[in-house]
């Protein structure tokens, strides 16, 4: 047995301070019952808790670290930048080099702003989205998550949709008002919106494949559908590619599925680990943002030398990472859970795509938000704390991704796979809650 007092202490003392004990809402692990681990470590593929205990660890900060925790190329990178002064408040080599790197890697990406997260990210593309092309009104997707500025918070994923908040209060009617909803995957629901309002649609927001409702990937045709819709009417298509940037393959899924978007969103993989976001889009776009441009956004820390290291040492070693077989062992690893899940009779859907996948305990297809909702959460969850019992971490909700990085290796995937075998079917069936 794990013994996890000193998480439960802090976490005791973290409720007195901070909202709900935590800093972002889905960590609190509300949704899958039980307190949060406070982690005090982690290396390659694991994490130590404040207790001691190690753990096999599948969410890898939620997608940034593709690496793995604390790879030595970043932490060198970081710990050199920090000994010559941690930031400046004016430009500094290494933003240049990491916006190069980006427009190598994405060829849509001509040029590249950075800021401080994915929110700020997508929340100054929209910006730039309604000032270029004059209409305020976006298209978003039932279960994508875009960060928590205010207009993406309708029917939003990720902890928005692990919590079941239908919006939130403090996002006044009039700013979700230009917010159109509709279902992933449905071009015929976007069609009928750019029908009915052609004249104020600015921008389409989409996750190219939805990590934030579990993974959900395009189906055939989607993303091509949505790029000739936004051609005809006269909108931006924006990819929020937070997560799938860099991950799905080095160009994003955007190289991936072969449909340029106009403008890109990036986060977590670019920042190696530190707060990074990113928005860029062609020239002519771009050059509208401020000073160029005047689509004011600013930001004190933005291209922080610390982050812009970080980010910089991670795509470097990612160019000459074996993509192609972390996506065959990722294969393999959910064929394996395939398996065991049939033997116990448990009827589970697996998606993955590249590195990343997501358990969906349905035996219905999952293409949206609502078929998303209709797998077991609760039986997720069960299954959430059988797995951290026996040492290995998946997100501490159903509607998450788990994440593979490089550093994991052949044998936490055996152990992996034994761990669920070890699962006695009752374990997974109601009333064994912790
Ligand atoms: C995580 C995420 C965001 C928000 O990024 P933060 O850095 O948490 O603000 C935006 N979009 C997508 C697709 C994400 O997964």
């Given at each position: 047995?794990?013994?996890?007092?000193?998480?439960?202490?802090?976490?005791?003392?973290?409720?007195?301070?901070?909202?709900?004990?935590?800093?972002?809402?889905?960590?609190?692990?509300?949704?899958?019952?039980?307190?949060?681990?406070?982690?005090?470590?982690?290396?390659?593929?694991?994490?130590?808790?404040?207790?001691?205990?190690?753990?096999?660890?599948?969410?890898?900060?939620?997608?940034?670290?593709?690496?793995?925790?604390?790879?030595?190329a970043?932490?060198?990178?970081?710990?050199?930048?920090?000994?010559?002064?941690?930031?400046f408040?004016?430009?500094?080599?290494?933003?240049?080099?990491?916006?190069?790197?980006?427009?190598?890697?994405?060829?849509?990406?001509?040029?590249?702003?950075?800021?401080?997260?994915?929110?700020?990210?997508?929340?100054?593309?929209?910006?730039?989205?309604?000032?270029?092309?004059?209409?305020?009104?976006?298209?978003?997707?039932?279960?994508?998550?875009?960060?928590?500025?205010?207009?993406?918070?309708?029917?939003?994923?990720?902890?928005?949709?692990?919590?079941?908040?239908?919006?939130?209060?403090?996002?006044?009617?009039?700013?979700?008002?230009?917010?159109?909803?509709?279902?992933?995957?449905?071009?015929?629901?976007?069609?009928?919106?750019?029908?009915?309002?052609?004249?104020?649609?600015?921008?389409?927001?989409?996750?190219?494949?939805?990590?934030?409702?579990?993974?959900?990937?395009?189906?055939?045709?989607?993303?091509?559908?949505?790029?000739?819709?936004?051609?005809?009417?006269?909108?931006?298509?924006?990819?929020?590619?937070?997560?799938?940037?860099?991950?799905?393959?080095?160009?994003?899924?955007?190289?991936?599925?072969?449909v340029?978007p106009?403008?890109?969103?990036?986060?977590?993989?670019?920042?190696?680990?530190?707060?990074?976001?990113?928005?860029?889009?062609?020239r002519?776009?771009?050059?509208?943002?401020a000073?160029?441009?005047?689509?004011?956004?600013?930001?004190?820390?933005?291209?922080?030398?610390l982050?812009?290291?970080?980010?910089?040492?991670?795509l470097?070693?990612?160019?000459?990472?074996?993509?192609?077989?972390?996506?065959?062992?990722?294969?393999?690893?959910?064929?394996?859970?395939?398996?065991?899940?049939?033997?116990?009779?448990?009827?589970?859907?697996?998606?993955?795509?590249?590195?990343?996948?997501?358990?969906?305990?349905?035996?219905?297809?999952?293409?949206?938000?609502?078929?998303?909702?209709?797998?077991?959460?609760?039986?997720?969850?069960?299954?959430?704390?059988?797995?951290?019992?026996?040492?290995?971490?998946?997100?501490?909700?159903?509607?998450?991704?788990?994440?593979?990085?490089?550093?994991?290796?052949?044998?936490?995937?055996?152990?992996?796979?034994?761990?669920?075998?070890?699962?006695?079917?009752?374990?997974?069936?109601?009333g064994?809650?912790?």
């Amino acid at each position: 047995m794990r013994h996890t007092t000193t998480s439960h202490a802090l976490f005791q003392r973290a409720k007195q301070r901070i909202p709900g004990g935590v800093n972002s809402p889905v960590r609190a692990c509300l949704a899958v019952g039980g307190e949060p681990l406070f982690i005090k470590s982690g290396r390659g593929s694991s994490v130590i808790d404040a207790d001691g205990n190690k753990y096999l660890d599948y969410v890898q900060s939620w997608g940034p670290l593709l690496l793995g925790h604390a790879h030595p190329a970043v932490t060198e990178a970081v710990t050199r930048a920090a000994a010559k002064g941690t930031s400046f408040g004016a430009p500094c080599e290494d933003e240049v080099l990491l916006a190069e790197e980006v427009a190598a890697l994405m060829p849509a990406l001509e040029m590249v702003r950075m800021v401080n997260s994915g929110t700020e990210a997508t929340m100054s593309a929209l910006r730039l989205a309604r000032a270029v092309t004059g209409k305020n009104a976006l298209i978003k997707f039932e279960g994508c998550y875009h960060g928590h500025g205010d207009p993406f918070l309708a029917s939003a994923g990720s902890g928005v949709a692990t919590l079941s908040i239908p919006g939130t209060p403090g996002v006044p009617e009039a700013v979700v008002q230009d917010t159109l909803l509709a279902p992933y995957n449905n071009l015929e629901a976007v069609a009928a919106l750019f029908a009915a309002r052609s004249h104020d649609i600015g921008a389409v927001i989409v996750e190219p494949a939805a990590g934030n409702m579990g993974l959900v990937p395009p189906l055939p045709g989607f993303l091509e559908g949505l790029r000739s819709l936004c051609d005809t009417y006269g909108a931006l298509l924006i990819f929020d590619e937070v997560i799938t940037g860099f991950r799905v393959a080095l160009g994003g899924a955007q190289a991936r599925y072969g449909v340029r978007p106009d403008l890109t969103t990036l986060g977590k993989i670019i920042g190696g680990g530190l707060p990074v976001g990113a928005y860029g889009g062609s020239r002519q776009l771009m050059e509208q943002v401020a000073p160029e441009g005047g689509v004011y956004q600013a930001g004190t820390l933005s291209g922080n030398p610390l982050a812009m290291a970080a980010g910089l040492a991670a795509l470097r070693v990612l160019k000459t990472s074996p993509y192609p077989d972390l996506e065959q062992q990722t294969e393999t690893l959910c064929r394996g859970m395939e398996e065991r899940f049939a033997a116990k009779g448990i009827p589970v859907r697996i998606h993955r795509l590249a590195s990343m996948f997501t358990i969906f305990f349905t035996d219905r297809p999952v293409v949206d938000f609502a078929s998303a909702k209709q797998a077991d959460a609760a039986r997720y969850a069960r299954f959430y704390q059988a797995m951290r019992r026996r040492g290995i971490l998946f997100a501490p909700s159903a509607f998450e991704t788990a994440m593979v990085s490089f550093a994991h290796t052949p044998e936490n995937f055996s152990a992996t796979l034994e761990a669920l075998e070890g699962i006695e079917p009752g374990e997974l069936s109601p009333g064994n809650e912790d």
